[in-house]
Structure formats: structure tokens, C-alpha cells
């Protein structure tokens, strides 16, 4: 609605809408494909394709058959030269040859799609994704739309939204567009699909989809349709849209993957020796991000975003246990979840990390507003309490709920889109990205100051503080801006958590002295309390904490042993540790865990953690080493003390 009115408001500025009070009648008038786009986008001119973009354009005008299609047709929406054309079909050919699809041409019919039907519309999926995270992208498909079908576009959404809120679930905004867009275009290749979508999976997904039907009714009624093909795009269309779905699935056909997600929760804590204190919400994000997340890999959608690079760099410790969380799950379902899904899942998990950590208590309250999904807004909020530590953010919410409750109820909102709610008060709002650069850091934390926390005292930002010194300094070969701007932002902000560089590394912490091997038969609560004596010794733990390990065993089960034969025995900070600490104990005889078979321990590595984050840079340290089999298997029969600190040494980063 908020859109459309921006559209209603921009359109009436133009003179495409009049409106006479004297007769209440309202006149359109008609206009062409790419001034519909503009007002869609807010662009004020026809942008210029990059090459990457093109090859995409022609993809997708070549995808909805909407008429028999030239060299001239591609050059008319392009607004390029033919030889431009030529030279794009050439390349768009060569990158389509990869995934046995052509691009074919006939005089009568002119240039077509031909090869795996499943494949193509994967493709023309990706493709919409891709141009959508643009600006320049996001009128060309507009442009497409419009002279191809626009009069079914806002149909499609209102039998989307339709759908989606008979079964009570909610969806991603962006990718309702997204979706919209797609199946827009794949209307006219109603007729084509062969086999079940869901063919070249397990069981699974074909008892899910007859499950599926019942929750999630989709009906073409197609009249041109035999009953066997209406079957196969009703299931297609269906696990589309559940690629988009963003929460609130509560069909019990959903139940093995709330299961799964409570399995991946409780392999992050053993893999990262920590416990989530708020797993219940964790456990519902993971799953309401999870199922989509199936049903994308199953229909071979990809979630285009530009966010994995910074995840990888941001949270890199968190996003390799986040991949080697994900193994059972990906064995068990026979999948394998992109890098792109991976960083999803992480920014959850960091969410919940950094969430619990005890500096963030404050008394100014703040609401988060991101209608990018869950993830995003998780990411987002981790963000600002991390570089916002004097602000206590509440709630993340929805463009409604800031209309609905207002601006009373918060010291401050943070939002990823512009607000247009009459009471907000400007002073309180401030407009971010999901993941921000140093530089972007630094000034919301100058305008926060500025603007909310200290109004009355002027302090330069750490941005003008460089600009100012900039003309008089050089940088070190291999020092970065962005290094110079975290640097200043330490100084000026004593709570910003950007710490990677203090964290101790695994050989920090696992040492020659920390390093023992046995040849005594032990039981598995001796072995506990041998592992951790050095830590004792040091200082590091207090003999309580040996108890406290041993008594989470009894509690919760062998939920220390994290796989081929090794154990990572932790209690909580309280609970007895006065320092990080790790160490190893080898035992030649084999131990049993709660003396079940199933939990053969050869390698004990004890965690004495100081809270949920110091220790991550050492653990994912040793997570690369026990993820590859060669060194693992080396690890685990070497008997020499000095060869397993080699060992270590190795994979340390």
C-alpha cells in the first residue's frame, strides 16, 4: 500500500492521473513500458545496462515467449547497436552451454530456449534474483513485465498474497516481488514441464508435495491443461512459492524440520562449547528460515545477495561452524546448502551470540525495522548492539507495527527503508544497511551521539578525524582505509566489539604444557578430570569446573562427544573459569561415554570459556583441522605430544 501511493503520488505529479472534483472521475493516461518502469523504480532515467545485465535481459525476453523475437526486439529494449546484440547472444550462448540449455532461432519463431525445462526456469529464477538486487535491474524488469503481461502482474501478487494468508504464513517482501516476477514470466511455459519438479529428489519431497496440497492449495485451472500437467505445475508453482516463505509455517507436515534445526542448534553449542540462552526463539528462526530454505535447493533457486563476502569476513569463526553443523542435515535430506544459505544461518547464529553478551544492558530502547526477512534483521541487530552498546534494541518490527505503535514507545528506530509515518519523530529514526563498512559504522555512532545520546556536546567524528589528517599521512603497504577507520573507531568508542586481532589463536591456548597423554584405562569421568588438569594447575578453572563438566554429562548426555572419536567437555563461565583456556588429552585406550558404544572417545579437548565469543577464533581453528579426514586421522594416532602441538600448529590460522 505504502508503495502504491508513492506510485499514485509520483504519477499524479506527472500528469499520467487526473482527477476533477466537480466529476468525480479518475483518467489515466496511457504511457509506455519505460515510464511505467521509472515511476516503479524512482528512476529518473533510462539507465544503461552493464553487459552481466543484458545477457540476463535477453535470457528472460527469450524465457516468456511473449511474441517471436529479433536481433531488433533485443536491441529496442536494450537501446543498444545490433552488433551489441550479436555480440551478447554470443556470450549468453557460451554461459547457457554449462547447463546444456540454447539459445535457438528460427525465421518463423525467432529466438526460443531449448533443454531441460526445470533447468531453464532455475535459470530464469537466478536471473530475476540478480537484476532484482539493482536498481537498473529492477526497471528492466518492470520494462519486461510491462510489455509482456503487465495487466497480470498485480493479479499474480493478489492470488500470491491470497495464498499465503489462507495458510497463515508470512513471506519476504522483496522476494514476493521477486517471485511475482517469475511466474509472470513462466505463465506462457505452463505446457512445458515434463517430469515432477520434485522427480529427481528422495521420497520426501513427493510425500511432502502430497501433504503440501492440503496445507498450501494451488489450483491452476487451466483449461488448456491435461490433468497430468496441471498436477506437475501445481506442485512446481507450489514449491516456489514456498521458497519465499519467511515464518509462521505451523502445518505439522513441517514437524522432521523443527527437528532438524533443534539437531543443528545443539551441534553449533557442542562445535562452539557454548549454549544459547535463547533457544526457543532460535530454534524458530532457524526452522522458519530452514524449510524455505529446502524447497529453494529442491527447485534449484538461489538467493542472489550481496552479503556473503562480509559474512565470511565478519563472522568467519561462526560461519565455519555453521557449515559443519549443517553436515548431518545436508546427508540425511541428500542437499547440499549453497555458501549463500550458509551465511544465512550464520547471521542467525551471530545474532544470537553477540545478542547475550552481558555489556549490552541498557536503559534506551530502540525497535529494528528491516523488510528483508528474519535473517537480515537478525544480521542488522547484531550489528548495532555490537557498535551501539548503550542502547537496548527491543524489538525487530514491521512497517505496520511502527505505524501501529508509534514513536512514544522507543528512544530510537532503526530502519533499512525510508519511513513515511507522520508522528515519527526525524531526530529518532536513522536509515541503515544490514552489513556496513567501517566508515558507515562510524557515522551512526557520530549521529546517535549527535542526534540522541549526547545532544548537547559536539565531538568530531572519527570520520572527520581522518579526513582531517589524511593530506599529512601515508599507509603501511597492505593497510587499508577501512583498517585506518577501525582503528580511530577503537579509540573513539571503547565498546565497539571489533576484537578478532585480541582473540587468542588455538596455539595461544592449546601449548606443550597443555598437552597430555595417557596410557591408563580410564572411565569417562576420570578422563574428564585428566584433561583438565593443566587448566587447573594454571589457574585458568577451579576444581568446581571439573565437577560442573562432569555433571552436564549426567544431565544432558554425551552432548560433549562432537564426532569421530572426539569429546569437548565445557561447563559455563559461572561455573568455576577464571581465564580462557583449552586443553588435550590423548588416551590410548578408548573411553566410553556414559559407557554407550556409540561414543568412543580417543581425543578429549577441554574449554574453559570466559563467555560466548573470546574463545570462537581458536575453536574455529580447530574445527578446520578436524573437518579435514587426512589430518584428523593423523591427529588421532599420534601418540607423541610434540607431534600433536605440530599437528595443531598447522591448522592453526
Not at 559504522?441 to 540522541?452: A, S
Amino acid at each position: 500500500m505504502e508503495k502504491a501511493c508513492r506510485i499514485l503520488s509520483a504519477a499524479a505529479k506527472t500528469h499520467l492521473i487526473e482527477y476533477h472534483f466537480s466529476n468525480p472521475q479518475v483518467k489515466v493516461t496511457p504511457i509506455t513500458s519505460k515510464e511505467w518502469a521509472m515511476l516503479m523504480t524512482n528512476l529518473t532515467r533510462i539507465p544503461v545496462y552493464r553487459r552481466e545485465e543484458r545477457r540476463d535481459i535477453v535470457y528472460l525476453l527469450c524465457y516468456s515467449e511473449f511474441e517471436r523475437l529479433s536481433v531488433y526486439h533485443f536491441q529496442s529494449f536494450l537501446n543498444v547497436s545490433k552488433g551489441t546484440i550479436i555480440s551478447d547472444i554470443k556470450q549468453l550462448r557460451q554461459y547457457l552451454s554449462d547447463f546444456k540449455v540454447r539459445v535457438d532461432y528460427q525465421r518463423q519463431s525467432g529466438f526460443y530456449l531449448t533443454g531441460n525445462e526445470l533447468t531453464i526456469r532455475s535459470l530464469a529464477q537466478q536471473a530475476i534474483s540478480r537484476l532484482f538486487n539493482q536498481k537498473s535491474g529492477q526497471f528492466a524488469l518492470y520494462d519486461w513485465i510491462r510489455i509482456n503481461q503487465f495487466t497480470s502482474f498485480s493479479a499474480m501478487r493478489d492470488e500470491i498474497m491470497g495464498l499465503i494468508s489462507k495458510s497463515n504464513m508470512t513471506v519476504v517482501p522483496e522476494r514476493l516481488d521477486e517471485i511475482t516476477f517469475f511466474l509472470c514470466g513462466t505463465v506462457p511455459r505452463l505446457s512445458k514441464l515434463k517430469i515432477m519438479p520434485v522427480s529427481q529428489y528422495d521420497v520426501r519431497s513427493l510425500r511432502l508435495f502430497a501433504e503440501i496440497k492440503e496445507f498450501f492449495p494451488v489450483n491452476l485451472r487451466k483449461d488448456t491443461l491435461d490433468k497430468q500437467t496441471q498436477e506437475k505445475e501445481s506442485a512446481y508453482i507450489t514449491f516456489s512459492l514456498l521458497t519465499v516463505a519467511d515464518g509462521n509455517i505451523e502445518s505439522p507436515i513441517f514437524d522432521e524440520f523443527l527437528e532438524y534445526s533443534a539437531n543443528i542448534i545443539q551441534k553449533m553449542e557442542k562445535l562452539m562449547g557454548i549454549e544459547f540462552n535463547d533457544y526457543r526463539d532460535l530454534l524458530l528462526s532457524v526452522f522458519n528460515h530452514l524449510v524455505p530454505a529446502y524447497f529453494r535447493i529442491v527447485m534449484d533457486f538461489r538467493v542472489i545477495n550481496n552479503i556473503l563476502d562480509n559474512v565470511k569476513k565478519e563472522y568467519k569463526d561462526i560461519y565455519i561452524f555453521t557449515r559443519q553443523s549443517l553436515n548431518d542435515l545436508s546427508k540425511s535430506l541428500n542437499i547440499r546448502l549453497s555458501d549463500s544459505e550458509v551465511a544465512l544461518l550464520t547471521v542467525l547464529f551471530a545474532g544470537s551470540v553477540y545478542n547475550n553478551r552481558e555489556e549490552y544492558r541498557n536503559a534506551c530502547r530502540a525497535m529494528i525495522v528491516c523488510p528483508n526477512g528474519t535473517s537480515s534483521s537478525v544480521m542488522l541487530q547484531s550489528e548495532l548492539k555490537q557498535i551501539l552498546p548503550a542502547i537496548n534494541f527491543e524489538k525487530i518490527g514491521t512497517i505496520r507495527e511502527v505505524e501501529n505503535v508509534g514513536s512514544q514507545h522507543y528512544d530510537m528506530i532503526f530502519t533499512t527503508v525510508e519511513l513515511e509515518v507522520s508522528e515519527l519523530d526525524s531526530n529518532k529514526v536513522f536509515i541503515v544497511h544490514p552489513l556496513m563498512s567501517q566508515a558507515e559504522k562510524n557515522k551512526l555512532i557520530y549521529d546517535v551521539q549527535k542526534r540522541v545520546l549526547l545532544p548537547e556536546l559536539s565531538v568530531p567524528s572519527s570520520t572527520e578525524v581522518i579526513e582531517a589528517i589524511k593530506p599529512y599521512v601515508s599507509l603501511n603497504p597492505g593497510v587499508t582505509l577501512e583498517d585506518l577507520y577501525k582503528a580511530v573507531n577503537r579509540k573513539f568508542n571503547k565498546f565497539c566489539a571489533i576484537e578478532e586481532d585480541d582473540r587468542p589463536m588455538l596455539t595461544d591456548l592449546i601449548t606443550k604444557d597443555t598437552i597430555q597423554v595417557t596410557d591408563e584405562k580410564l572411565n569417562w569421568k576420570e578422563a574428564i578430570a585428566f584433561a583438565a588438569k593443566p587448566l587447573v594447575k594454571q589457574g585458568a578453572v577451579e576444581p568446581r569446573y571439573v565437577d560442573a563438566m562432569i555433571d552436564k554429562v549426567e544431565q544432558y548426555g554425551p552432548f560433549i562427544h562432537i564426532g569421530r572419536g572426539i569429546a569437548m567437555p565445557h561447563a559455563r563461565p559461572e561455573d568455576g573459569v577464571n581465564k580462557i583456556g583449552m586443553s588435550v588429552l590423548k588416551v590410548k585406550h578408548p573411553i566410553l561415554l556414559l559407557d554407550q558404544a556409540e561414543h568412543e572417545v580417543s581425543l578429549f579437548i577441554c574449554l574453559a570459556a570466559i563467555d560466548n565469543t573470546t574463545h570462537l577464533r581458536a575453536l574455529s581453528s580447530l574445527a578446520d583441522i578436524l573437518s579435514d579426514e587426512k589430518v584428523l586421522d593423523e591427529l588421532l594416532n599420534e601418540n607423541d605430544t610434540n607431534k600433536i602441538l605440530s599437528i595443531l600448529q598447522k591448522g592453526d590460522k
